[in-house]
């Protein structure tokens, strides 16, 4: 059964939506979304790194991501401001990975797969790793959830429990680094956030709950992979921005519900 | 045994000193204010003994200390749907039962099921209060509890804690602008102004010049006004007052 291709798609798209929904619901309440930018667009020089001293693809893109989570942290605990620095590393880091890449001995690199994802090519250790990735964050927020959720509410009420709220940021950040490699073979270094965020935010518009509005996403990114790959198939058009496109659809779709509801 | 003692504390915010030379102690059962003008350092005191900040000097606290914190303020981003239920909640799970008795008792029944953005200013401090109060602490933080309130909504709030006090015991450290409330609600007074300026009963502090060059005579008519049934001694206010003078003037 495995060997069928679309079958394959379909459950790595299943299993990345197991953390983009939780994880994603809090770069939506953190305000992360310019962060896991930033992190996403870093796995290009992490490719590149990875191609240049052939090592596989995941590793280098976790690298990568990992330092430049790691740094953009660094940076805003010191109080820069961090819109100007997130740009500055998040696109120095894109162009010098599409630059580095260039450079990579061999074969002619498909740029287009690390940037749009080829959710169509993946193959069953893909399946592995990110099944596994996702099943690790996922379990990692469920163990720390209240935590988590303290920390994102009010740093001061997580210290004040006896919480250290920058090792829980630490804990996400961490978490954002493991999703960026792990999805990039499925919707590419460009549309990573927007599977984070955009499930997350049409959640928030039926959720009354940090619990509903997560489990919610999780299945917005189900039907928003399901329906992506749907369409893909049927009009031939590219998978990764199409399951984005389904995504964008119901979050349209939501919209247009809460605001009828509270009419 | 204090709850929480600190000794020579001096807190700095880059190369600016905050806090410099600060002992306090917080006994059991006692409510404890801090006054002082803005930028005095009161909030970095709380912060501080709360063990949030780095400081210089000593802090020790009585093993198994549990404190309740209420912030200054919150600010809930509506991206976060956020019930009452789940907010008291965070981060020990209460029983429905549990919390219902408590918010009864804070003066907020019923709004277990609404949004916690949805509630009015006083509603939201109470069910801060009420998630401190489900923690049993020993000790109750409260950082300008009642900043957005009307004044009846103020004095409710002191009585409350007032009350919360009696009932359980419990220490009460806050800082206040409110003078006057101040002065009715405290066993002790602290005045602080980037060190204790003075400190003891409110009336030791009310008559103490550092309190008077501080706050000015202004505020006499309505201490006067709020001045009640608290006029009886409080013994707990004695304890090593020489050496807290001294302290007093070499500020």
Known sequence: ?263 | MSLITARDLSVSHGRRQVLRGVNISIDPGEIVTIVGPNGSGKSTLLRALLGMLRVSGQISRKPGLVVGYVPQKLALDRSLPMPVSCFLNLPTRHSPAKQAEVLRRVGVPDIARQQVAELSGGQFQRVLLARALLARPDLLVLDEPTQGLDQNGEAAFYRLIEAVRREMGVAVLMVSHDLHVVMSASDRVICLNGHVCCEGTPHVVRDAPEYRALFGQGTQGALALYQHEHDHAHHDCDHDHAAKKDIAHAG
């Open chain 1, 1 to 263: 059964m495995l060997d069928d291709f679309l079958l394959r798609a379909a459950l790595a798209g299943i299993g990345v939506s197991i953390a983009t929904g939780p994880l994603g619901s809090f770069v939506v309440w953190r305000r992360m979304a310019y962060f896991g930018d930033a992190t996403a667009h870093a796995a290009i020089l992490g490719v590149a790194l990875a191609l240049l001293m052939a090592l596989p693809i995941w590793l280098g893109t976790l690298v990568i991501a990992l330092a430049m989570a790691l740094a953009i942290s660094w940076m805003s605990a010191r109080g820069q401001s961090p819109d100007t620095g997130l740009g500055v590393l998040s696109y120095s880091a894109l162009s010098a990975g599409l630059v580095a890449i260039s450079f990579a001995p061999g074969v002619r690199v498909d740029l287009s797969a690390f940037l749009f994802g080829d959710i169509l090519a993946v193959t069953r250790g893909d399946l592995v790793l990110v099944w596994g990735g996702a099943l690790a964050i996922a379990g990692l927020i469920a163990w720390r959830w209240s935590r988590l959720l303290l920390s994102t509410l009010s740093p001061d009420l997580a210290a004040a429990s006896g919480i250290n709220p920058t090792r829980e940021g630490i804990v996400l950040t961490l978490s954002l680094a493991i999703v960026v490699a792990v999805s990039l073979k499925v919707v590419g270094a460009l549309l990573i956030s927007a599977l984070l965020i955009i499930p997350a935010a049409a959640a928030r518009l039926v959720s009354s709950s940090p619990v509903a509005m997560a489990v919610t996403a999780v299945l917005i990114g189900w039907g928003a992979s399901l329906a992506g790959l749907w369409g893909s198939l049927q009009y031939d058009t590219p998978a990764g921005p199409s399951i984005i496109v389904a995504a964008a659809l119901i979050y349209l779709v939501l919209t247009g519900y809460s605001t009828v509801r509270e009419a």
